[in-house]
């Protein structure tokens, strides 16, 4: 079945002007939908296919470039708008930032999705082959915005998987850019009904994703044949501690120490002496913590004997032009002994550290004024008394698929700290869970997540909730540590490599195509 390119492909792709910019923008709203926390997955057909058919129909490159930014800037905007409440919460410093972040970081970002559609321009390929490289294309300009100037892959579309269980299962053989490929081919294949045996395209590509669909769901069928007995790490109990405690809050001087008090309210809570280890979320102690010093024996004190506090904090060394500051986490012992410690190492662009620094020695953008975070040395998996092997993930950390676990030592839990409380009821909190969600499934590895405002959770090895406290509410969660996958997932053995050599043959494509045209 064909439908031929004047009937199908609507008036809107030889629009013109404001109308046709409106359009590629509102497009791009369309493809947040399919993320947390709508997850209208059906709405990647109009997304890229919308997309697919207006750069088609562009006249020349540059708005073939165009089409794409624009659709990229709806994409940011729609999507990453929750920026603006981090400013909130010192309004009188940084508001007048809001417009510069809303319009401009956004602008900036959508020149990825910009790139993709220019490359495409120079690909010259035709039929149902071109949106097969389409997809290709456009994961591959994803991976850059995931590894270039520090890497930013957050919202990328494969996270639209994350509507179910069952689909979410696919991480665990190709991940997320993997998702981000089929993402996109679903999306743009009704562009196939412009072409010879479009319709046959169509149902291939959409039959794949029901095949992969069921097969997630016989294989969280088979995890339910596991006895409840065997489920769960034995002799280890958690506390998960959710404060809820709004950001202006907790860095005020006069109202910290009742943000301390709180949280060892809510870690003596009733039931106490069944936890091994209390967990509270990321900077919970705005303090430096220092060994010996009064205040990690006063935080020891707040824990029976034998009971072991996890707890994001503040690191220092030196003094003056010498000192140096980490964002933590570690573990302090009832006698006050730092038993485990570990220092994040991806941090947070404008948020920990001030990009090009030495151009603005005088800019004060970070929390920390003109003093950036120190680094950690990455990725690792520590021994701390009484819990399986862990990766330890602070906040960020847990968005780069490729850095959460060292494979050569594989740990049993993947324990992310954050503090979302910057971001207020918006649908940031809810991205960022679900982009914890998925390194658990993409792994085989549980994931225990403590957040200040939530979403505070136990997730399984195959990404499922366990339990949860809702974003903005406070309260304990009490609960077992599941085990991990006996054996690797598809995704750990091979990594990235599956994308990785599309990547290189549409870079290769690419540059054969450039070498024509020069030709």
Known sequence: MVIRSAAWIPAFAGMTGWKRNALAFLLGILATLTLAPFFIFPL??????????????????KRMFWDGWWWGWGFYISGL???????????????????FTLFGLTAVIAIYSGLACWIMSWIQVRGLTKIFVFSVIWTSVEYMRGHLFSGFPWNLPGYSFGFSDD????ASLVGVYGLTWFAVLLGSSFAALTEKRGALFIAVIWG??????????????????????????????????????????????????????????LTQAPELDKVTHIIWPETAVPYAIMAGSPLVRQLGASIPEGKI??????????????????????????????VGSYDKSKLVPFGEFLPFRSLFPKAWLTPVGEKDFSRGTGTKTLEWP????????????????????????????????TNDAWFGMSSGPYQHFEMSRMRAAEQGIPLVRVANTGITAIIDSYGRLVASLPLGTQGVLDGKI????????????????????????????TLNQLRRHKN
């Open 44 to 61: 990647l057909v109009p997304a890229f296919t919308g997309l697919y058919l207006l750069i088609n129909a562009a006249p020349n490159r």
């Open 81 to 99: 708008y929750w920026f603006c409440i981090a400013l909130l919460t010192d309004a009188e410093h940084f508001a007048w930032l809001i417009p």
């Open 167 to 170: 689909s979410l299962q696919l």
């Open 208 to 265: 794949l994703f029901a095949l992969g669909v069921g097969w997630g769901a016989w294989r969280l069928h088979e995890a339910e044949k596991i006895p409840e007995s065997e489920r769960y790490v034995p002799g280890v109990s958690l506390r998960l501690v959710q404060a809820n405690i709004s950001q202006p809050h907790k860095w005020d001087p006069r109202l910290i120490r009742e943000g301390l008090r709180e949280q060892v309210r």
């Open 309 to 338: 506090l996890v707890t994001g904090g503040l690191r220092a060394q030196g003094e003056g032009d010498d000192l140096q500051i980490w964002n933590s986490l570690m573990a302090i012992d009832h006698g006050g002994n730092i």
């Open 386 to 417: 009484g819990l399986p092997p862990i990766s330890p993930l602070i906040c960020y950390e847990v968005i780069f698929p490729e850095s959460v676990a060292d494979l050569n030592h594989r740990p049993e839990l993947l324990l992310n700290v």
């Open 482 to 509: 599941p085990k991990a996958q006996n054996a690797f997932t598809t995704y750990d053995l091979y990594n990235n490599i599956i994308i990785q050599s599309l990547l290189l043959a549409a870079m290769l494509l």
